[in-house]
Antibody
């Protein structure tokens, strides 16, 4: 069965970086894009970025351009997102989600979420 | 960016009720609209894609409709497990954007 398993919770200081992983299984890794979506406490869902696992090409929301990088490892079917220069507003649950490659796309499977807490 | 506005922000209902949630896009998105159910501590679940298509395994009491800028999610015969937050999301243009959510409460 399709699964997206994310790394565990992280606590970071302001200004630090965090790297969250998302390991995919149960399907052909290169057949779907992987998106990152976060939810700050008490807030809604915010799209961050997407990666094409076949080519490694990425696209980021304007809020994260220059501060986030996204990579993939096709040998382990794992996608990583790294966010630098962390601030308190980055405290959130970070989800990876599988997105269909055809349009209209949708997120049919999600990871369990990784809580990132930024605190001094 | 396309702005997605849901109404109401919260809604109180009872088991067995029929409820409707509305989502409005800031410009036309054709039928590129998805609905998700989100419960605390769990990952969101896809309910409806492309405005009106029921995702596999989702009960038929969930229905979606609309096109252009105005969309609705209707839940007929509310069950206890339906009390959650519901989000719409457009996939018409980058970046994908979500509505602010509708919290459905008992």
């Amino acid at each position: 069965q399709v699964q997206l398993v994310q790394s565990g919770a992280e606590v970071k200081r302001p200004g630090a970086s965090v790297k969250v992983s998302c390991k995919a299984s149960g399907y052909t890794f290169t057949s779907y894009y992987i998106h990152w979506i976060r939810q700050a406490p008490g807030q809604g869902l915010e799209w961050m970025a997407v990666i094409n696992p076949t080519t490694g090409s990425t696209s980021f929301a304007q809020n994260f351009q220059g501060r986030a990088t996204m990579t993939r490892d096709t040998s382990t079917n794992t996608v990583y997102v790294e966010l630098s220069s962390l601030r308190s507003g980055d405290t959130a649950l970070y989800y990876c989600a599988r997105g269909t490659q055809v349009v209209p796309f949708y997120y049919d499977y999600w990871g369990q979420g990784a809580l990132v807490t930024v605190s001094s | 960016d396309i702005q997605m506005t849901q109404s109401p922000s919260s809604l109180s209902a009872s088991v067995g009720d029929r409820v409707t949630i509305t989502c409005r896009a800031s410009r036309s998105i054709s039928v590129y609209l998805n609905w998700y159910q989100h419960k605390p501590g769990k990952a969101p679940n896809l309910l409806i894609y492309a405005a009106s298509h029921l995702h596999s395994g989702v009960p038929s009491r969930f229905t979606g409709s609309g096109s252009g800028t105005d969309f609705t999610l209707t839940i007929s015969g509310l069950r206890p497990e339906d009390f959650a937050t519901y989000y719409c999301q457009q996939s018409y243009s980058n970046p994908p954007t979500f509505g602010q959510g509708t919290q459905l409460e008992i």
